[in-house]
């Protein structure tokens, strides 16, 4: 980790996912922060600011993940998002890409690819 | 009321069998009749005239055999009667008395046949009678009408005799008996005959001698009624008192005035045009037979084929697809029949793969929810191992290998997921040019080959490039190699080959494993069949349907012990 502590925003409706990918980032140096849910997300970007990526689920209940990328777009631009989601299948991803999205990663996942993905959407 | 196909066939080909015949036969018989009342008239106006030609004729030799009263002009009454009688008598035995009168007309000689009951003693006094004052004031020679002597017809002439000194007549009474005989003797069919009537109606001869004498019921015929000589067109038709009805003709007997009518029952004047009308209508029936039993059978051999059609097409309404129709007439109905079968079997196919597209929909939709509900705590599973595995750098033994059992039996069960989710896939292949082996190759590289395990490739350096889904025949190889692997128990050869043959790329992939029992071989395609004991039984499946999406063919090789060979062909 060169300079400042990295921030990263996990938003999931899975508690499971959630708790280990936390557990994980935060082993791994970064600044976790975690969402529930779209909406939640939002609200800790919008008041809290400062992050420096976002991992992202798709499925969500109320705001979903292509919607989430959408409003980030909208107050940071350069934000990088990771998509990570269960969903096989082209459409939700595709229209992820078309939104801006970094990169689209299938659960479940290799943690090493993801950290790799994230150090390089970092840079 | 609605006709069946069956009876309206039936009623058109009676009525086209029969009604020809009918107008035929029954214009025929007009005709025939017409012709036929014209030969009967000719046949009865000359059996009438014959007749007549035989009265004149007896005329003729009556005034020939007393052309001897010309002798007696110019000469004296001295002539000795009984010679002039004996010399008549010789030459026509038809002579039965002979009187001289004098120009009052009182008999003054009388001479008679033995034959006759006249008494010849009994001198007349005729000056009264028409015939006598008919002769004497035409002085020509006078007939009298027909009479009878009893019931011999009998005639009187009488002959002016012109002498210088004084007038004198001869008076001659003649029996028609002979003649009347030879005239009744005619015949005509069996029923024909001649009958005489006067110009007074008055029968003189008919073959019921009870009618002679009478006044004839042939009035009708009576040559006073008719001007000319003979009957006028057409043949006349009268009905006699007992009902039969005849027809006939006369001739006129001039001198006479004497009608000779020759008849026939009708009956037997038509007896050939009743014959006719009889063949007729008896044909008629028997082509009304005919014709209906033709009929029956080319109705039967039409309507049963149609009751047969109808009868399966009802069944299928009901759903049921085993319907055929079995209709062997050889001609178009058959055809019907076959496309209806081919038809029913094209409907049980298309419900079949609706049915199977539809169940896969279903698994499809499972499938997503499932996937998506097993990937999240698999996800978590997952990153929590990675977790513990980076906290605890070394651990026992035992702990390291709990975690890696648990490591891979996650990726087992992403992997059933995955080949849940890749059977029920129903979108549309993405067609993109592409080079087999460099897919082979991707494969390859991409599951793992057990150590043990030789790897043999022969590939086609150039191979056309084909048109296909990548991501789909990617599938395709990767579960073939998957389960060629699984086959071969830790050691053995798997070999690749490709090459293009005739207008596809054709790729075999052989192992030398456990091989496929026979009675495994057809079940080896059905989704959720697997003779392992961890599978889904969706990866040959998949595999084929993948194949025949791409218009691909699939055929296997195998034998137990020996090993198994795929063989893929893509069309070019």
Redesign the interface.
């Known amino acids: 980790m060169n300079g400042k502590q990295k921030s990263i925003l996990v938003v999931d409706d899975e508690g499971g996912v959630l708790n280990t990918l936390q557990s994980i980032l935060e082993e791994k140096g970064f600044l976790c922060r975690t969402a529930i849910s779209g909406r939640e997300a939002l609200d800790i970007f919008q008041k809290e600011g400062g992050i420096d990526c976002v991992l992202t689920d798709l499925r969500m209940p109320g705001m979903g993940g292509v919607e989430v990328i959408r409003e980030f777009k909208k107050l940071k631009p350069d934000i990088p998002v990771i998509v990570i989601t269960a969903c096989e299948g082209e459409d939700p991803a595709r229209e992820a890409m078309k939104e801006g999205a970094a990169a689209v990663v299938y659960k479940p996942f290799d943690m090493e690819s993801l950290l790799r993905l994230i150090g390089e959407v970092l840079k | 009321m609605r006709l069946g196909i069956f009876q309206k066939l039936l009623w058109v080909m009676v009525a086209l069998a029969t009604v020809p015949l009918f107008v035929t036969g029954f214009r025929l018989i007009a005709i025939s009749k017409e012709e036929l009342a014209a030969s009967l008239l000719e046949r009865h106006l000359s059996t009438a005239l014959n007749a007549a030609e035989r009265l004149e004729e007896y005329f003729s030799q009556l005034n020939m055999s007393l052309a001897f009263s010309q002798y007696l002009e110019g000469t004296s009454t001295a002539v000795s009667p009984l010679k002039l009688f004996m010399e008549a008598q010789k030459t026509n035995p038809a002579i039965l008395t002979l009187s001289l009168l004098d120009a009052e007309g009182n008999e003054t000689v009388k001479l008679s046949s033995p034959d006759t009951d006249e008494e010849a003693a009994v001198y007349l006094a005729r000056g009264e009678e028409p015939l006598f004052r008919r002769a004497a004031s035409a002085r020509e020679v006078s007939f009298s009408s027909v009479r009878f002597m009893g019931t011999t017809p009998v005639l009187d002439l009488v002959y002016p005799l012109d002498n210088k000194s004084k007038t004198e007549f001869l008076w001659v009474t003649a029996s028609l008996a002979r003649l009347w005989v030879r005239l009744s003797e005619i015949r005509l069919g069996r029923s024909g005959y001649v009958s005489l009537v006067d110009n007074q109606g008055i029968t003189l001869l008919h073959k019921d001698a009870s009618k002679i004498g009478k006044s004839s019921r042939l009035a009708p015929f009576l040559p006073v009624k008719s001007p000319g000589r003979i009957s006028p067109r057409p043949l006349a038709e009268f009905r006699d008192e007992k009902g039969a009805d005849f027809v006939g003709a006369f001739a006129r007997v001039t001198p006479l005035d004497i009608g000779i009518i020759a008849l026939q029952e009708k009956r037997e004047a038509y007896a050939s045009l009743r014959r006719m009308r009889t063949h007729a209508v008896g044909l008629i029936a028997l082509s009304c037979i005919f014709g209906f039993l033709a009929a029956l059978w080319v109705a039967r051999s039409f309507s049963r084929p149609v009751l047969v059609l109808t009868q399966a097409a009802k069944k299928l309404g009901t759903g049921d697809f085993s319907a055929r129709a079995e209709i062997k007439t050889k001609d178009e109905l058959s055809v019907l029949a076959e496309t209806f079968n081919t038809m029913t079997t094209q409907l049980k196919e298309f419900e079949d793969k609706l049915i199977s597209q539809e169940r896969l929909a279903a698994i499809g939709q499972m499938a997503?929810v499932v996937?998506?509900?097993i990937?999240?705590?698999?996800?978590?599973?997952?990153?929590?191992v990675?977790?513990i595995k980076?906290?605890f750098q070394n651990p026992e033994p035992r702990a390291a290998e709990s975690l890696s059992i648990i490591e891979r039996e996650?990726q087992a069960s992403?992997k059933i997921v995955?080949d849940l989710?890749n059977f029920s896939r129903q979108?549309e292949p993405v067609l993109a040019l592409c080079d087999l082996n460099a897919l082979l190759e991707e494969v390859l590289s991409v599951v793992p080959r057990p150590p043990a395990i030789q790897l043999v490739t022969q590939l086609e350096p150039v191979l056309p490039q084909v048109k296909i889904d990548r991501d789909e025949m990617r599938q395709v190889f990767l579960n073939i190699v998957s389960n060629a692997y699984q086959a071969m128990d830790k050691t053995g050869i798997l070999t690749l080959r490709s090459k293009n043959s005739s207008g596809r790329v054709e790729v075999r992939i052989s192992d030398t494993g456990c091989g496929i029992a026979p009675e495994n071989l057809k079940k080896l395609y059905q989704p959720f069949f697997s003779t392992k004991s961890k599978g889904t039984g969706l990866g040959l499946a998949v595999v084929k349907r993948v194949v025949e999406r791409h218009g691909g063919s699939i055929a296997i090789e195998s034998q137990v012990g020996k090993g198994t060979t795929f063989i893929i062909g893509v069309p070019v």
């Open positions: 997503s996937g998506h509900e990937r999240n705590p698999l996800a978590a599973i997952s990153n929590a990675y977790y980076s906290k996650v992403n995955g989710l979108r």
